[in-house]
Every structure is written in C-alpha cells, then in structure tokens.
C-alpha cells in the first residue's frame, strides 16, 4: 500500500522504538556508542542519529537498566562499552510484549483497511 | 591513531554541544556528556570527514542529544517553582481541553457584532461623561433635550462605524493590531466606572439641563438633582411662583427633566426660570400633577416658628 502525499516520518517513529532497539542490540552483546550505532544501521535502522543513540544510552544509563565499564585502547581512545544488567533485561523483555502486542494491533487495523479498499 | 587535527576537531566540537546544552541543570549535563570526547573521538576515527559534515551542526546535535535523553529527566531535576508553574498551566490547560470552555470559545465569534454595537455606546458614554462633568448621565439619553439627541445621534453613528471596521477584520500590520486591541480594552476599561457611576445616582432622571451654561444660574445637579419643587406654606397650601435662590444670590434652575417646562417670561422679556412650582406637562401634553406630600405636623399651640429651636428672647415689655 503506497503512501500519497504525506508519508510517516522515520524519525518520528524512530523515537518511540529507539529505546527498544538499543535493548535488543545490546541483549546481543555488550557494546559500545559507535559500534551501536553501527549495529542498528545494519539491521536497517538507518535514519537513526548519531546524537539520538548516544542520547539514549545515556537516558538508559541513567534509568539503571544498563552496566558500565571502560576498555582501554591501543589504537584509538577508551570505549566505553554499555550492556544490559538484570534490570535490564526484565525490561526488555516486558517491552518486547509490549511491541509485539501493539505492532499486531496495528497489522491488524492496516491489513484490514488494505482488505477493504480491495472490495 | 587519531591524528592532531582529529582531536581538534573533536575537542570544538564537543565545546559547541556543551555550550548548547548550558540551560540543563550541571549534574544532569555532566552526566549526559560525560564520555562525549570518547564516543565522538570514535566516530572521527571512522573517517576523514569533519565532524560536522558526518553529524550536522553541533546545535542540532545537541538538540538530538537532548531530545534522545528525555525531557522527563531533565523536569525531575527542575527547580520546584518551574513545576508549580507546570503544575498552573496544566491546570489551565485542563479547563482548556473542557467540553464546556470549548462549546463558549465556538460561541464567542457570534458574539462579536454585539460588541461593536456596545464599545459605540461605551464610547459615546464616555464622551457625554468627559463632556458633561460626568453629572446624571442615564443609560438611554433624553431625546427631547439638544444633548441627548446628540448623544443618541453620536450613538447610531459611532455604531456604523464600529460596524464597519468590525467587519473589515483585525488589520494585517502589527502595528495597528495592537492599536486596535488596545483601543478595545481601553473602551472597555474606561467605561466601567463610568457605568458604575451612573448607577448610584441619587436621582435617576435629574441632570444638567441643555444651554444651562449661565454661570448666574444655579443649576439644579449642583444641589441634589431635583425637576421641579413644590412649596407649601405652614399650613398646607400650596403656592405658586416662589422664587429661589441661593447663598449667593443666584437663581436656583431644576434640572431638565424631559419634560415640557412652561417658563413664564419677565416684563423684561427675560425667561424666569426659578419660579416654582414650574408648570410642566409630557411630551404627549399630558400636564404633570403635583406629587401627594405628607406635611409635617407643626406643633398646634405655638404660633411661632419653632420656638423650641430658637431660643430668641422674648422681649419683656
């Protein structure tokens, strides 16, 4: 179904799911800020902003679901690699029903609109 | 390795976006930026393109970073009055979202007309009151006196105007809108002590009489506001023509009442305007009867004024 006109803003949806990506990226293995950034444009993310995941790892930092440490460097500066604690992890797992129930609510309304406009 | 002008280059960077998040509170901007160098060091490494050509312009970094971080974070540390000033407008945004504030706000545009009509007649008020030492204006003015047909007459043209540049919309230049708005509050503010004044007037229908502009003249609104005065003598008759006058000599005129007032003219064809009762009739020639007067009860066996007030010796003789 084509969009005319007044397409969704990546970003926009962007902001409502970067939390939930960074999760999942970092429930993969822990990671630091650019290597995040990498990771979520591969996976196909690639609107997202340099700013906005280092913002959110901060904001994930500091609400306690995320540990911390530093790995020194030989060929560059310290990284400072983020991974999920307990916390963490509970709460990716409480907002990845949370996803799933609203993304198949809204397959539900989309698929049913489509089928509706084909009659 | 990053190579010198890298790290130049992350270090203006990273000077920029702290300067553009200075508003935040210290704690929270330190912790949000506390390895910024490291992650945009990172990011340099990957290339050799300036930081501002890969990320954008260090405000608008900032402002993502911001906005990525979260508003809430930044509220909880907020100084108490800003959130009892949230805590206000939530309230007043509370009593906007409304259904009944909404069903008045879609009424409020039909009540425009009747403000232009009424902003004429405040302004008309207000003129009349400048004009007329405030004294005894009336909400509708007497059409049968030169200054309340005037004033009537003011009225209906001030309203056509106001119509008419009620109609023609708020004008485009700032300007001239703020003139505009400012004039309306003006009207309005101004005119409400007029209107509370021109309710406490001791005598609703008394005020200054038309053309009585003679400074030998007292005129009635500079006593209490009276039209007429009936005299009686001591034992309840009334009179007839009984000149006034006052502590200075001067004649004392009633107030124009509306009414048709028959003033008897002097052998010196001088109109005598302080002869009471006056003789006055309504518009319609219907003459106006004297009120019904309850006469003080004298005191029967004295015969002489007051006695009991006056304590003028009576001579002995």
């Known amino acids: ?119 | 390795m990053p190579n010198s002008s890298q790290a130049n280059d992350v270090a203006r960077y990273a000077a920029e976006v702290r300067a553009a998040l200075s508003s935040l509170p210290d704690a929270e901007r330190e912790s949000l930026l506390e390895d910024l160098e490291s992650h945009l060091a990172e990011v340099a490494s990957e290339s050799d393109q300036s930081l501002e050509d890969r990320l954008g312009k260090p405000a608008a970094y900032a402002a993502e970073l911001r906005s990525a971080y979260g508003v809430a974070s930044e509220a909880r540390n907020a100084p108490p009055k800003k959130r009892y000033r949230d805590r206000a407008w939530g309230l007043v945004s509370a009593v906007l979202a409304t259904q009944a504030y909404s069903e008045v706000r879609a009424f409020l545009p039909e009540l425009r007309a009747g403000w232009w009509v009424l902003r004429a007649y405040l302004l008309v008020l207000v003129l009349a009151f400048m004009f007329r030492d405030g004294l005894n204006l009336r909400p509708v003015p007497n059409p049968f006196t030169s200054s309340g047909l005037l004033q009537i007459l003011a009225t209906v043209l001030a309203i056509v105007v106001s119509a008419r540049l009620g109609r023609r919309g708020m004008p485009v230049s700032r300007g001239w809108r703020g003139a505009a708005v400012a004039a309306n509050v003006g009207i309005a503010l101004v005119a409400l002590p007029v209107l509370v004044s021109m309710g406490t007037g001791s005598d609703y229908y008394g005020y200054y009489a038309a053309g009585s502009s003679d400074p030998n003249l007292t005129q009635a609104a500079n006593y209490s506001s009276f039209t007429n005065i009936y005299p009686y003598s001591r034992d309840g008759q009334p009179l007839r023509d009984v000149l006034l006058y006052d502590q200075d000599g001067k004649p004392i005129v009633a107030a124009d009442s509306g009414l048709v007032t028959n003033v008897p003219i002097g052998a010196d064809g001088l109109p005598i305007q302080n002869a009471y009762p006056l003789t006055q009739s309504d518009p319609n020639g219907a003459p106006v009867v004297a009120p019904r007067v309850a006469l003080p009860p004298w005191p029967s066996s004295q015969p002489s004024p007051s006695p009991a007030i006056s304590p003028t010796p009576t001579p002995t003789r």
């Open chain 1, 1 to 119: 179904m084509a969009m005319n006109g007044n397409p969704i803003d990546t970003s926009q949806l962007l902001k409502g799911v970067l939390e939930l990506a960074v999760l999942a990226v970092l429930a993969d293995h822990d990671s630091y800020g650019y290597d995040v950034l990498r990771r979520l444009r591969e996976s196909g993310l690639d609107a997202v902003g340099d700013a906005s995941v280092y913002g959110t790892l901060r904001r994930l930092y500091q609400a306690g679901v995320l540990k911390s440490y530093v790995v020194p460097s030989d060929e560059g500066p310290h990284r400072k690699y983020y991974g999920l604690n307990d916390r963490g992890r509970s709460a990716l797992d409480q907002s990845t029903k949370t996803w799933g129930s609203f993304t198949s609510a809204l397959d539900h309304l989309l698929n049913g609109r489509s089928t509706a406009n084909a009659k």
